[in-house]
């Protein structure tokens, strides 16, 4: 698949259509409608309790209820950090908080919990998270031997795994996972689709009820290859024959209301666009002289009837662009790199209510989820 499928860049954005207003760069979207702009909710979340702090936040969702989660990693605490747990404690704070976090949309913890139980295996490394419209917790996994997607009630007790630990196979197998991102689970076609991952270069669907598996694609829709060992990091932008599969990783699968299914093909620097088929649709380019671990690293939609935005965390570049869903068009820029309220470092996954609230998590040593609300 030839190079110029890709369709929009960010490099090409023509410098009128950027207007700074309170730091944010907006346009008009073409159809007469302000782009959103947003400023950051600095007293989100509330602080926790019982001596608890916050690792890497490798997944942030919401629900039904425009409750926010949060799936967070404890051992990426430092022990400076988690110094009250050593033995012989060496400082008065912290403790490491549970894995899942459940929060208001005013920041007040309403529930956690998390970690290894019987009958499942928890993921050496937590990654991502989703909430589906019956309530149930689906997570993933990018461990070392991570191959499972487990759900859970909300309440923390285990339901279905799919998948299994162990030595990685690659993307033949249908039986596992390989380090599986992003996750979202189609409800009226009760099927759950995996971004995966970190070692398999494909999406996956399965039924959300038993975990039989459903079907499989690639990039442009084409079987996934194993030819390219695991990659994550690159020197230089990709290739023309890296851009003929997924790199890795393949970070998020997100499915707008028109069945269209968007795909974070991160270290390639761009979205896919699938029918729920599998079916090839469009690409779309973003900031394509990224190297290092890539520009797109998750999106949502926008709540709007239309979904006409497509807003994107480009971990990389530390920044969150909003796109044009029609035409793929960067219409809005918000943050930079930076560890003020309102800016980011490491930007990892993002989450929308129904209020166009965004909320947003930071991996390495970022360590914390971040509130940004829309201005009138």
């Not at 702090?53 to 022990?79: E, K, N, Y």
């Not at 099927?191 to 442009?220: C, H, L, S």
């Not at 996934?224 to 393949?250: C, H, I, M, W, Y």
Request: with cysteine; net charge neutral; aromatic share 10%.
């Amino acid at each position: 698949m030839k190079h110029s499928f890709r369709t929009w860049a960010v490099a090409s954005l023509p410098l009128a259509l950027i207007l700074f207003i309170g730091g944010c760069a907006s346009a008009p979207d073409g159809g007469g409608t302000a782009v959103p702009k947003y400023r950051v909710d600095g007293t989100w979340p509330k602080a926790l309790p019982n001596n608890w702090i916050l690792g890497q936040v490798s997944g942030i969702a919401t629900d039904a209820d425009d409750h926010v989660w949060m799936l967070q990693r404890p051992g990426s605490l430092t022990d400076d950090e988690r110094g009250a747990t050593l033995v012989p404690a060496q400082s008065k704070c912290c403790a490491p908080a549970p894995p899942v976090l459940e929060f208001d949309a005013n920041g007040n913890l309403l529930r956690s919990w998390g970690g290894p139980g019987a009958g499942y295996d928890w993921p050496q490394n937590e990654h991502g998270i989703h909430v589906d419209a019956q309530g149930f917790v689906w997570i993933t996994g990018n461990g070392e031997k991570d191959g499972q997607v487990l759900k859970f009630t909300r309440d923390g007790r285990f339901v279905l795994q799919i998948g299994k630990v162990g030595p990685q196979t690659g993307n033949a197998d249908t039986t596992r996972l390989g380090q599986a991102a992003g996750v979202e689970v189609d409800g009226p076609a009760n099927e759950v689709y995996v971004a995966d991952g970190y070692y398999n270069k494909r999406v996956i669907v399965f039924d959300a009820t038993t975990g039989g598996f459903k079907r499989t694609w690639g990039a442009y829709g084409k079987p996934p290859s194993d030819l390219d060992k695991p990659n994550l990091r690159r020197t230089a932008p990709p290739t023309e024959a890296q851009l003929t599969q997924f790199g890795n990783p393949v970070h998020c699968v997100r499915i707008a209301r028109d069945g269209l299914v968007y795909v974070c093909d991160r270290l390639n620097n761009r979205i896919q666009v699938f029918h729920k088929d599998g079916r090839f649709v469009k690409e779309i380019t973003i900031e394509p002289l990224t190297s290092g671990n890539g520009s797109v690293w998750d999106l949502v939609l926008s709540r709007d009837p239309q979904q006409r935005w497509l807003l994107l965390a480009d971990g990389r570049n530390n920044q969150v662009l909003t796109l044009s869903r029609q035409t793929g068009e960067v219409l809005s820029t918000l943050g930079r790199p930076g560890r003020y309220a309102g800016e980011f470092h490491w930007i990892h996954d993002l989450a929308i209510d129904s209020g166009g609230n965004l909320y947003f998590g930071e991996v390495d040593t970022g360590k914390r989820a971040q509130k940004f609300v829309p201005l009138p």
